[in-house]
């Protein structure tokens, strides 16, 4: 896993930006896995205004949202529908009809998953995942003690991620208790998996998911065995990294070639 710590969550919304401008440009039809929650709105804010003032052109582009509230109505302002929409979608030219993200309404939601899963893979797979963590090590929905093979599917949230999605909702009982998710191992097969974490409120969870076992009570942490796998984070989030001087090392010294992340693209 390659440690990238940046000095805020500005320079690193950047960064990550960077990165998937990199993907798009080489690569216009790319597939891209996207997130919602409050980690990657100032990376969207990045990608578009790129795509304002720099062309970047999302018309061939192809994305799939990790996640969405059972129950909840593409119009609902709380959805993650309403959330991409709000914070990326409706602001570049992405095509309507690449755009998928789970259907909280699904009748079968069984079927509905296993839809997504050949959807994604007709596509040809996700060129790169974004992500961001929970602080029980959560990626996607995929809480504690999920399987690391996991799909896409139902699951339950815990009291602390129904808490901590409050803040979307005016009352608590409005929270839904299920998502549907991608699995942990739907996310591993991104050809790319770049996870974004700031503030001292992630820096356990980044701890375990870096030099923690892997293991699927920090589910984050199978990202050890990702081949590309890029985090990057805030000063505050590597505040418990016990070796955050050797991943600011690496950084330092790369060639420029490999400046941005030592992954290479498609
Ligand atoms: C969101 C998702 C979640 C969030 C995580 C962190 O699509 O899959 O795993 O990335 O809960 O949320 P924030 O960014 O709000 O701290």
Redesign the pocket.
């Known amino acids: 896993m390659e440690v990238i710590i940046q000095p805020d969550l500005r320079s690193g919304a950047a960064l990550g930006a960077c990165i998937m401008e990199r993907l798009i440009r080489t690569k216009p039809n790319a597939v891209l896995g996207l997130?919602?929650?409050?980690?990657?709105v100032a990376l969207y804010c990045e990608l578009i205004r790129m795509h304002r003032e720099g062309g970047l052109d999302f018309s061939q582009v192809t994305t799939f949202?990790?996640?969405e509230y059972v129950g909840l109505a593409a119009k609902h302002p709380a959805s993650?529908h309403h959330f991409m929409n709000e914070n990326l979608f409706s602001h570049v030219n992405v095509r309507r009809d690449r755009i998928h993200i789970p259907d909280g309404t699904a009748k079968d939601i069984p079927a509905f998953c296993q839809e997504y899963e050949a959807a994604i893979s007709r596509a040809g797979g996700m060129d790169l995942q974004l992500?961001?963590?929970?602080h029980d090590g959560?990626?996607?929905?995929n809480e504690p003690s999920s399987s690391l093979a996991s799909r896409t599917r139902i699951k339950t949230l815990t009291e602390n991620?129904v808490a901590?999605n409050q803040r979307f909702f005016s009352s608590p009982q409005e929270v839904p208790q299920h998502v549907i998710?991608m699995g942990v191992g739907t996310i591993m097969e991104a050809r790319t998996c770049m996870l974004l974490a700031f503030g001292e409120g992630?820096a356990e969870a980044v701890a375990a998911m870096v030099e923690g076992p892997i293991t699927a009570m920090c589910p984050a942490s199978v990202l050890q065995l990702h081949p590309q796998a890029v985090l990057i984070i805030d000063e505050a989030a590597a505040g418990l990294l016990k070796r955050a001087d050797y991943y600011r090392r690496v950084y330092a010294n790369k060639p420029s070639f490999q400046q941005f992340s030592s992954f290479t693209l498609g």
């Open positions: 997130a919602t929650g409050s980690t990657p949202n990790l996640d993650y992500l961001g963590i929970g959560h990626i996607g929905f991620t901590a998710t992630k």
